[in-house]
């Protein structure tokens, strides 16, 4: 079984920047995809960036990619996702993901991914 912990949401104006932690367990951690994904009200849950643990590979949303940076640091077992230049529409909760492969996935096949963290909010205002 993989854990992962979510931590870093908040509230921030517009423009401003959050940094989102997952924490893994449970599972070697350099055999996994671990990804971010959100999820606001009325909407199905989207991916938003990926990573290949074993081999730092990512992918980032066209929507975003200009904005969210994607990394991890494997001596804390933990993925982030930097985010900047804020916008309202960045508003919904964030969850981190994984899966049991060494090659991530498509981000839109967010249903292969089997572990799911609690979420964490993150609310932009205007």
């Known amino acids: 079984q993989v854990q992962l912990v979510e931590s870093g949401g908040g509230s921030v104006q517009a423009g401003g920047s959050l940094r989102l932690s997952c924490v893994v367990s449970g599972h070697t951690y350099h055999n996994l995809c671990v990804g971010w994904f959100r999820q606001s009200a009325g909407k199905e849950r989207e991916g938003v960036a990926v990573i290949s643990t074993g081999g730092g590979r990512t992918r980032v949303a066209n929507s975003v990619k200009d904005r969210f940076t994607l990394s991890q640091d494997d001596t804390r077992n933990t993925v982030f996702l930097q985010m900047n230049s804020l916008k309202p529409e960045d508003t919904a909760t964030y969850y981190c993901?994984?899966?049991?492969?060494?090659?991530?996935?498509?981000?839109?096949?967010?249903?292969?991914?089997?572990?799911w963290g609690q979420g964490t909010q993150v609310t932009v205002s205007a």
């Open positions: 993901g994984a899966v049991l492969y060494g090659v991530c996935p498509d981000l839109a096949s967010v249903r292969e991914f089997g572990f």
